[in-house]
């Protein structure tokens, strides 16, 4: 599993809403695990992909460059990847090993 955590910077409420109606363009049911968490100068987006190769081809993507713009969410002011060690959620383990 790799995660992304990409920040955007803005009006908190702004993103937040811009946000929301990208987010009702993709289907969130294959959504492992996904966080978008207000900062005081804009918003940061956890999310995890099942591998690297998985996040950078869908992070560079037309289609998700596209719709964050359609939506008013440009480039981040920053993006950092990482692969995942170990991810709970309610308790559960949702580690899945990315393939090396």
Request: some cysteine; aromatic content about 8%; glycine content about 4%.
């Amino acid at each position: 599993m790799h995660v992304s955590i990409w920040k955007f910077t803005g009006d908190p409420d702004e993103l937040t809403a811009r946000y929301d109606e990208l987010l009702g363009e993709f289907p969130t049911d294959q959504l492992i695990v996904h966080l978008c968490l207000r900062d005081p100068d804009g918003i940061v987006v956890v999310d995890t992909c099942p591998s690297r190769e998985a996040f950078e081809a869908f992070s560079a993507s037309e289609e998700f460059r596209d719709a964050r713009r359609r939506h008013g969410l440009t480039d981040p002011t920053e993006l950092r990847d990482y692969p995942v060690h170990a991810a709970f959620v309610d308790g559960i383990d949702r580690s899945v090993a990315a393939p090396a």
